[in-house]
């Protein structure tokens, strides 16, 4: 697992590389290939851009993913080229994360803000690898991979509301 970390936000809260490393890593082991990803952490006007500019809506969101697609090269030579810059490393994409937000969200859920990260890169890593939650039996899918990957880190399940006695 090869991962670009890139922090351009001022939020000085934020897990270790091998942190993000860790967490990218445990969604990606039934994966066949090399990986790797980028993980831009922002803050919330490039979020609010990103989100505008590719999914139409004007507001800031906790995790956005951009899974890589090669492009498709007509001359065979450039293609073979490209095939030997990119190597044996299956690049998955993107992933922007809201730093501001994350912390926001996971205090208005009560929830440790690291075990929050955790889930979000668990999150976006799986969109990657093209998992999605557009329909239920997806949703479910995609939620049950999660809450499993994440028991393995000892962090309960996250679409469990907290009930405060």
């Known amino acids: 697992m090869n991962l670009d970390l890139q922090v351009a936000c001022e939020n000085s809260n934020l897990p270790s590389l091998a942190q993000f ?3 990218a890593q445990l969604a990606v082991e039934n ?3 090399a990986t790797e990803i980028t993980i831009r952490v922002v803050e919330p006007a490039e979020s609010q851009a990103l989100n505008l500019q590719y999914r139409g809506k004007d507001k800031p ?3 956005l993913s951009f899974p890589f697609e090669e492009p498709e090269f007509e001359d065979p030579e450039i293609a073979a080229a ?3 810059e990119l190597g044996d490393a299956d690049y998955l994409g993107d992933l922007v994360i ?3 937000l994350v912390a926001e969200e996971a205090a208005q ?3 440790a803000t690291q075990h929050h ?3 979000l890169v668990i999150h976006g890593t799986l969109h990657l690898q093209g998992y999605d939650h557009i329909d239920d039996d997806e949703a479910e899918l995609m939620e049950s991979l999660e809450t499993q990957l994440l028991a393995q880190l ?3 399940n996250p679409y469990v509301a907290k009930t405060h006695d």
């Open 98 to 100: 809201n730093a501001s």
């Open 61 to 63: 969101t906790n995790v």
């Open 109 to 111: 859920q009560g929830k």
């Open 21 to 23: 490393e860790q967490w």
């Open 82 to 84: 490209m095939a030997q």
């Open 117 to 119: 990260w955790a889930h």
């Open 154 to 156: 000892n962090i309960a």
């Open 31 to 33: 994966y066949s290939a």
